[in-house]
């Protein structure tokens, strides 16, 4: 058994757990929660179960937070049932705790919680057959048809204004005056790209604010990693990361899948010439979001879905820098420039995006003929 820097005894005695604990190991690739996964054992057969310490200095009401992923994922069983899905397959399936609750308050105030593990998946963070990216592309398609129906009045806002870029705009420029880490100086040509685009902070916002594209329950955050492919079909069974659930639009989640999915290179790649836009990626997602969500877009949102890849893009690398900026208090970081690096390939990639637009418009208008 591992010996771990967290008392992981008592806390999966506080769940409903069947089966002897036997050991874990940790899963790195998210950049919010710590993930550890489980295994234990029960008559001579392994179970594996995923625990995860929520960050509740990113998502504040831990309270809230799981009440909004259990009144999606029971809607989402019912649907993934009614179509003849495996339901502990398709979503995630939390235990609760002895005491009927969905996370756990440890004595040193962190807060857990327990769900099943996906068997025979992968996740990536790159892609290295196309017909990888249209299947998740098809996955969060569905996800958001799936939760059309969803009452969207029955969610908290986990993080108010998550997506809201010109709010992000504004968070910068609070970062960059109060300077808080010091590190203003060495980094004013990133300041000068982001405050240099501030007109397209709005455009999502204002159109939203004005009805003239739709509110839908959203994702948030459909980075590639958030998405569970089967070994033997490579279809993309399960959307996980569910925290960010929220009202938002359907702009968020495909710009933010184009921003991490179709960039050639690492989210946090030093050589910015490995940047750019793979442009049969993005046909390849498009195609297969269109497959599942185009019926229910607008002619609007579709005009808009290559903007939402450059605006996710600037948002996000105005989120880096913001963090650096501040001290990195937000994001995990490996090393100190971290964010940084992370910050500079997402300008890189707006910058490639702006390039290759009208041809991104093109594949898009063409995509939604069909
Ligand atoms: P974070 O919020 O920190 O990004 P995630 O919930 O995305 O954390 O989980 C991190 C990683 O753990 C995922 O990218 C995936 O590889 C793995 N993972 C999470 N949940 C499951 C699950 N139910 N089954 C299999 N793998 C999972
Ligand atoms: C975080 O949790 P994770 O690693 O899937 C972040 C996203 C960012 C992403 C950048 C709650 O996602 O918004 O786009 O990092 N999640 C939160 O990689 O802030
Ligand atoms: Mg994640």
Not at 130 to 147: D, H, R, S
Request: glycine content about 6%; hydrophobic content about 35%.
């Amino acid at each position: 058994m591992s010996s771990t820097a967290f008392p992981i005894e008592e806390i999966i005695e506080r769940f409903h757990l069947s089966g002897n604990y036997k050991d874990y190991c940790t899963i790195e690739t998210g950049h919010i929660n710590n993930t550890y996964l489980l295994t234990f054992e029960q008559d001579g057969v392994l179970i594996k179960r995923i625990l995860q310490k929520i960050n509740v200095s990113v998502f504040k009401n831990p309270d809230q937070l799981m009440h909004n992923i259990i009144s999606v994922t029971d809607y989402l069983k019912d649907k993934i049932t009614q179509n003849g899905g495996n339901p502990s397959r398709e979503t995630l399936d939390f235990y609760k705790t002895n005491d009927g609750k969905y996370y756990y308050q440890d004595e040193q105030g962190s807060h857990w919680r327990c769900y099943v593990y996906v068997d025979d998946v992968y996740s990536c963070n790159s892609i290295e057959n196309p017909e990888v990216f249209f299947n998740a592309g098809a996955a969060f398609g569905t996800f958001q048809e799936q939760l059309s129906g969803f009452p969207s009045g029955e969610l908290y806002e986990t993080i108010p204004n998550f997506h809201n870029t010109r709010v992000r705009f504004a968070a910068l420029k609070t970062a960059i005056d109060e300077n808080l880490a010091g590190r203003r100086e060495t980094v004013r040509d990133e300041i000068e790209f982001a405050l240099s685009r501030e007109r397209d902070a709005s455009v999502v916002v204002e159109l939203l604010e004005s009805g003239e594209i739709p509110p839908r329950v959203t994702h948030n955050d459909t980075k590639l990693n958030n998405v569970l492919f089967d070994k033997n079909t490579n279809k993309a069974i399960c959307v996980i990361d569910l925290d960010t659930i929220m009202p938002g639009s359907s702009l968020y989640d495909f710009g933010d899948a184009i921003r991490f999915g179709a960039n050639t290179a690492k989210e946090d790649e030093k050589d910015l010439s490995k940047v750019s836009l793979d442009l049969g990626l993005y046909e390849q997602y498009v195609k297969g979001y269109l497959s599942t969500a185009g019926a229910a877009l607008t002619q609007q949102e579709i005009a808009l879905l290559p903007f939402s890849a450059k605006l996710m893009t600037y948002e996000c690398g105005m989120r880096f820098l913001t963090d650096y900026l501040n001290g990195d208090t937000y994001f995990r970081i490996a090393y100190p420039e971290h964010n940084l690096d992370r910050c500079r390939t997402q300008f890189e990639l707006v910058r490639d995006i702006e390039r290759n637009y009208d041809e991104m418009m093109r594949i898009t208008m063409q995509a939604a003929k069909k």
